[in-house]
């Protein structure tokens, strides 16, 4: 990438004089390890999940405790190689693999592009999650009323397999000889995915919030100069600032109102060492040798980056390994 005077140009002006509700919040650090004995963990470890989804299985892992990122990690592995296209010999589609009758009853239009869609990752990972939390939500009523036993986990996943109503009929994980070898795996694999350790590798619950406000966005809007308020685009669109600025305040519900400037808002919140960067925070970047930052984006994991870039592209993610990126200074903050 050459260096443009126009990317990010316009998150250096400032264009709102807005008010900071909030200028420095603590850390909300969730445990890497869950309370749920057949779930590893709630982080992902770094480089296993396409950099792509990693963002977007994360957010959705904050549905329910028993759907984590690594367990839907490893279904998502388990049903379609993680590949958006995939069409089963059955009829089952995209990366879930959801049948179209079963579909309509859990997919929703996360994005906002007038349609709920299998084959969008970024409506068929939180649908994924969707429907394991409700498969979930029925074998915690079950050991509640008594008519079944076990970790809400493996019944959610035996459920899965083999449905709610064989887990019933056997009292448990059903020894069909399929069922078993399929709740082993999943769980065997996502203890594979899962983060070693939360401090520097899992995202806490307000980092997913921003991401997954971000993402909702991602390659649908085109870069627009001062673009981007607390409900959204304007223009059509966002300025890198101003995508900011609608993450962090959509993840703290209002409470996190911050300046539509780049070079301002990397003076907010708690600072962060890169080594520690987790999904969520917010990294602004100055040219060799300038004080001024004259970018800023929302990390994702993974290297990863969402950002709105400059004029004629649209909100992308982008690999922050690139020389273009390191040979520039950062600044980590981080919100919630």
């Given amino acids: 990438m050459t260096r443009p005077l126009a990317l990010g140009a316009g998150c250096v002006g400032a264009f709102l004089a807005l008010t900071l509700v909030v200028s420095a919040v603590g850390q909300d650090q969730v445990s890497s390890t869950s309370s749920v004995s057949g779930n590893p963990g ?19 892992g904050q549905q329910c405790p028993e759907a984590s990122a690594p367990i839907l990690a490893a279904q998502l592995k388990q049903e379609s190689g993680f590949n958006p296209r995939a069409v089963s010999p059955v009829g089952a589609r995209g990366i879930a693999q959801f049948m179209p009758g079963t579909w309509p009853g859990v997919g929703r239009d996360e994005n906002g592009d007038g349609r709920a869609d299998p084959f969008d990752p970024t409506d068929a990972i939180p649908a994924q999650a969707r429907y394991d939390c409700g498969l979930a939500q029925q074998i915690r009523g079950y050991i509640q009323g008594g008519r079944l036993s076990g970790d809400v986990t493996q019944l959610m996943l035996a459920s899965y397999n083999a449905g709610v109503g064989s887990v019933l009929r056997a009292g448990g994980i059903p020894q069909n000889g399929e069922t078993p070898a399929y709740v082993t795996r999943i769980i065997g694999s996502a203890a594979d995915y899962a983060a070693v350790t939360a401090v520097g590798g899992a995202s806490s619950s307000f980092g997913a919030s921003v991401v997954s406000a971000a993402m909702q966005y991602n390659n649908k809007l085109t870069y627009v100069w001062g673009g981007g308020n607390f409900n959204g685009p304007t223009g059509g669109g966002f300025d890198c600032s101003g995508l900011v600025l609608y993450a962090v305040y959509t993840a703290s519900s209002g409470q996190i109102k911050l300046p539509h400037q780049a070079n301002i808002q990397r003076t907010m919140g708690q600072p962060v060492n890169r080594a520690d960067m987790v999904p969520g925070d917010v990294i602004a970047f100055a040219y060799p040798g300038s004080s001024s930052y004259h970018h800023i984006g929302i990390y994702l994991g993974n290297n990863q980056m969402i950002h709105a870039p400059t004029f004629g592209k649209p909100v992308q993610t982008t690999n922050l390994t690139s020389s273009y990126w390191t040979s520039q200074t950062w600044q980590v903050r981080r919100f919630g």
């Fill in 42 to 60: 709630t982080g992902l470890k770094a480089g296993l999940v396409p950099a792509e989804y990693g963002a977007l299985i994360l957010a959705a």
